[in-house]
């Protein structure tokens, strides 16, 4: 994975979990920044110790489509967000950062701060569906598998019920294509 591609796609991430954080009126809009930023550490961690590994689960991913972590779990026998969850609590980070990269991708599994996992897991998935994912567009759009962490936000926060995941992906159209700019930009200065 090319560290660049892997930026783009925190960086990417922590701009929608901010945005769609303040939508549905999540009470710490930074907090979903930071978390949408740290939720992939895995993948650093993964490339890092078990190189091989990790480019066969990648190569697998790229030519089947599937999505990463699957693969992973195939080749290495846990994911990026295990092996984030080992870092996160060995530089000590707060309970509600681990659980963020821990869950991401099963909200529903999330017990201390359900609707920042639940935002973070939404940004992730409307950020891979629009090509700001990990190097290659997803066999199945990631972006229609929203069901249950919008469940989770309309539970906990105070604006999602009175809204659509929908229009949130609608609206956010135009933005993303800013995001995707400004992380080309940050991740790719003009020299």
Not at 11 to 30: H, M, Q, T, Y
Not at 67 to 72: A, W
Request: proline residues 4%.
């Amino acid at each position: 994975m090319d560290p660049a591609v892997f930026w783009e796609h925190s960086l990417g991430c922590a701009i929608v979990s901010r945005k769609l954080s303040r939508a549905v009126g999540f009470s710490d809009p930074e907090k979903a920044y930071l978390a949408g930023l740290l939720h992939d550490l895995g993948y650093i961690v993964n490339m890092v110790l078990f190189p091989q590994q990790e480019k066969i689960a990648l190569d697998h991913a790229l030519q089947s489509g599937e999505f990463l972590g699957e693969s992973e779990y195939t080749t290495l026998g846990f994911t990026h967000c295990q092996s984030g969850e080992v870092l996160a609590r060995f530089w000590h980070f707060s309970d509600d950062l681990i659980e963020v990269i821990l869950c991401h991708h099963q909200a529903d599994a999330a017990v201390l701060n359900p609707a920042l996992v639940a935002i973070v897991a939404l940004a992730d998935r409307l950020c891979r569906a629009v090509s700001l994912g990990v190097g290659y567009q997803e066999a199945e759009d990631p972006s229609l598998q929203w069901e249950s962490e919008w469940t989770i936000l309309e539970t906990t926060t105070p604006y999602a019920s009175q809204m659509h995941w929908q229009d949130f992906v609608k609206d956010a159209g135009s933005y993303l294509v800013e995001v995707k700019e400004l992380v080309k930009a940050m991740c790719h200065p003009a020299h």
